[in-house]
């Protein structure tokens, strides 16, 4: 009897495809500029809000996730389909009570929803003192602030503090948009072009 002898081949697959994580932060970072523009009262909440809210907060964010699970990130994935999801619930919560779906949120239910964001954002705060960028690291503590500070605001109705929030959410966005843009700068020159 001839003894078969045992092949084993090793395939090395390149990952081929591209950073997802530029596409995430421009999403949280245009939609945050937009919507924290409209705390600090230069327009009210409009369709153009929840468009960008829709579109881009949220499609482009939860695309940007599918993308990072993809490539095998658990903090990408994980944040980028979360508060994508979230612009999409934030959208729902003003679209479903003027097409007469159901009523609108009370203030403190509204407060406990921006709460229990903000308690999420806390602990993928935390992760993000693993990842070794302190850009991101910065885009959390702020987002974590701007919700606490929007639980506040509808919990207490204080209008003044709206407009602190505007100003917060408005360093938000430009923190996002910064680390976004800075990955594409980076990748696009091969080398360090803006920290993050």
Known sequence: ?????????????????????????????????????SYIGLYPVDSMIVSMAIFLGGFAQVIAGIMAWKKGSVFGGTAFCAFGLFWFSLAGLILMPLIGWIEGPEPIALAAYLFLWGVYTFVMLLATLKLGSKAIMFVFVVLFVLFMLLAIVNATGNTGLLVIAGYVGLILGLASLYTGLAEVLNDAYGRTVAPI
């Open 1 to 37: 009897m001839v003894e078969e002898e045992k092949v084993e081949a090793y395939v090395n697959i390149k990952d081929k495809t591209a950073n997802p994580s530029p596409l995430g932060f421009t999403g949280l970072g245009l939609s945050a500029v937009l919507l924290s523009l």
